[in-house]
């Protein structure tokens, strides 16, 4: 058990706009513990409910294991996002590929999350941006889906700069902050991803 940090992890590292994303290493522990402890008010509105139980090393070595399993079924990615100035390397949130379907649907699901003294940069468009390619052209997906609260207008506006469309409304869609809560829903397809870049 003690070698499982060493298995393969199908998760790519992508670079844009100055950032990193990357799956999660057993070195990444202390300052990922830290940015979500330091984020906890900031995120508690967006999020599922969680404590401090849930910023263990245990809960932490566990959510790796689990995340590499997942990537190399191609199942799932959890990326951490890394703000890099030359050799620095800043943990500043994260962002997921999860529910990936092939057959008929071909699709995925995103979500993110951010340090609370990282927002406002446009570092959660950039991360998106740098994901949206690898959605389309390695996985080869054919939609990728995302789902925001209605008053979340910073989350909103990621997604609606990088081309998602709003599709409809979701009543008590997801339970969020132990409530279940209703969601905009956004999606950008492969014919509108591949228009833009034309």
Request: net charge positive.
């Amino acid at each position: 058990m003690r070698d499982w940090f060493l298995t393969s992890d199908a998760t790519p590292e992508l670079r844009l706009h100055g950032l990193l994303l990357r799956a999660a290493r057993a070195s990444d522990y202390d300052a990922w513990q830290k940015l979500r402890r330091q984020s906890h008010a900031f995120l508690k509105p967006f999020e599922p409910r969680w404590g401090e139980s849930d910023l263990t090393k245990f809960v932490f070595k566990s959510r790796l294991k689990r995340s590499r399993q997942e990537a190399n079924s191609g199942s799932e990615f959890c990326f951490l996002i890394f703000k890099c100035d030359q050799d620095q390397e800043e943990l500043v949130g994260g962002l997921t590929l999860s529910n990936i379907r092939r057959r008929a649907s071909q699709s995925a699901t995103l979500g993110y999350w951010m340090g609370v003294d990282c927002t406002g940069q446009g570092i959660m468009s950039n991360a998106v941006a740098a994901i949206i390619p690898y959605v389309f052209n390695n996985l080869c997906l054919h939609r990728l889906q995302a789902a925001s609260l209605p008053h979340n207008k910073p989350s909103r506006a990621v997604l609606e700069k990088n081309g998602f469309n709003e599709e409809g409304y979701a009543e008590n869609y997801l339970q969020i902050d132990g409530m279940w809560q209703d969601h905009v829903l956004y999606a950008l397809t492969r014919e509108r991803y591949e228009g833009r870049r034309d």
